[in-house]
């Protein structure tokens, strides 16, 4: 680092080594987690997919390089029940985090019949419409929903999403919405992150 020519980038070099995480954690919606310094400390913005039966193969309807990750996986040569919970371990490591339990409080609230629903990881569920591997809750929040929305025409119901912004280092809570695709952000509001820990 001493080394660098010319000398002077060192000063931006550092500057934003500093700015970028104080900012992300006073300001999470503002950063990614990973110039946030957030990253697998469980806290950044995140969201659950909550599909009505069969309808997340209007994914299909999308233009994108790669299917569904439980049709990938199929084509591997996994049996469609081996690939459905391998999916689901994606979920259930969500659930660890506190910000997981809240999602699937929203998600048990607004999904009348959830049991009966396919519940995605939002990180995964995006991956392949965006053709981009990255966690941040930021690719997948309310805008992608209704980028979707113009391409799959989802019926009210049918895609619902619970999405929650990480919580700043500075307050004890997390900032949602919950996203219906056909009808929009539905519901916003806040939980205490003591809560979903306790929980």
């Known amino acids: 680092m001493w080394d660098m020519d010319p000398a ?8 934003g080594l500093v700015f970028f995480p104080v900012l992300g954690n006073l300001r999470p919606d503002l950063v990614a987690f990973t110039p946030s310094m957030r990253q697998y400390a469980g806290n950044w913005a995140s969201a659950l997919w909550a599909f009505a039966p069969g309808c997340e193969d209007k994914l299909d309807a999308v233009v994108r390089p790669c299917r569904n990750q439980v049709h990938q996986l199929q084509a591997l040569g996994y049996e469609p029940l081996v690939a459905e919970v391998t999916m689901q371990q994606t979920a259930a490591w969500r659930s660890m985090h506190s910000q997981g339990r809240g999602l699937f409080s929203l998600l048990l609230t607004h999904v009348p019949d959830v049991d009966r629903s396919t519940v995605r990881e939002a990180e995964f569920a995006a991956n392949s419409v ?3 591997n990255f966690g941040d809750g930021h690719l997948h929040d309310a805008a992608l929903i209704a980028a979707l929305q113009r391409r799959c025409h989802f019926a009210p119901g049918e895609l619902v999403v619970a999405w929650v912004e990480s919580q700043p280092i500075h307050k004890g809570i997390q900032e949602y919405q919950v996203i219906d695709a056909a009808l929009g952000v539905v519901e916003r509001g806040w939980w205490s992150v003591q809560d979903a820990v306790d929980a």
């Open 130 to 132: 965006i053709g981009f």
């Open 8 to 15: 002077w980038l060192l000063v931006p070099l550092v500057a």
